[in-house]
């Protein structure tokens, strides 16, 4: 069960109802606002909740995501353009300028800013990338092991939005299209991190420590920098 919170300052908070939690909390996602309450949480001590930690749950507020005609993307080994066109109302047109630049383009008059656009926009952005990734992520993450000396039995791209990357037990390895969205340091983290899982299917001290090797020493600078990352789409 869900229900929603206007606020002056934070918008409209989803709030949703969870039973057999004693704990209220928030936590930011695509700029909005989402609250668990235990059943039963009146609405003054969920206003109260909400006042008393304001100032820390400003300060977690991620960067709203904007799109604007002429928009550049960078995505990984290949770039974004969003521009307009005229010749199909209502529909996202998408084609290739030259071998790494791939120009979207939405109906004349749209307002790039609209919460309608932003949610179509970053679901053909992400339908983009699943065709982009099997050409490009997959080829190096496979150079990518081989560099390491690891042997892998495949790789394979998937569409997880919070779940970037999967080790399966049969040793293959599921790299979300998503994953096309970062920088090549986090793409080499989210590609080692899961090539570590073949040994150790676990977060264990001896897993972080083969990581960290892959990495050349820098898994935990690069897990903060993936926390600090602010994402081009909706997630």
């Known amino acids: 069960m869900q229900f929603y919170l206007d606020d002056p300052e934070l918008g409209r908070i989803i709030v949703k109802v969870r039973h057999g939690s004693h704990t209220i909390s928030a936590r930011w996602h695509n700029d909005q606002l989402h609250v668990n309450v235990p059943n039963g949480t009146p609405t003054a001590m969920l ?3 909400i006042d008393t930690h304001r100032s820390n ?5 991620s960067p709203a995501v904007s799109f604007h005609e002429g928009q550049v993307i960078e995505c990984f080994h290949c770039t974004v353009t969003l521009g307009v066109q005229s010749v199909k109302p209502g529909y996202i047109m998408l084609k290739h300028d030259g071998e790494s630049n791939i120009i979207v383009s939405l109906p004349t008059g749209t307002d790039f800013d609209s919460a309608f656009a932003k949610q179509n926009l970053s679901r053909a952005l992400q339908q983009v990338m699943s ?3 099997v050409k490009r992520l997959i080829p190096y993450a496979m150079q990518l ?3 390491l000396g690891v042997s892998v039995k495949g790789f394979e791209i998937g569409r997880g939005k919070q779940k970037l990357g999967h080790c399966t037990s049969k040793g293959i390895i599921q790299l979300s299209r998503n994953v096309m969205f970062l920088t090549p340091e986090l793409v080499d983290l989210i590609i080692c991190h899961e090539l570590a899982h073949l040994q150790h299917m676990n977060h264990s001290a001896a897993f972080h420590a083969l990581c960290n090797t892959y990495l050349g020493g820098r898994e935990k600078e690069l897990e903060a920098k993936l926390k600090r990352f602010q994402w081009p789409i909706l997630q």
């Open 47 to 49: 206003r109260q909740f």
């Open 57 to 61: 749950i400003v300060k977690h507020r």
């Open 131 to 133: 065709k982009e990734a």
């Open 145 to 147: 092991a081989q560099r």
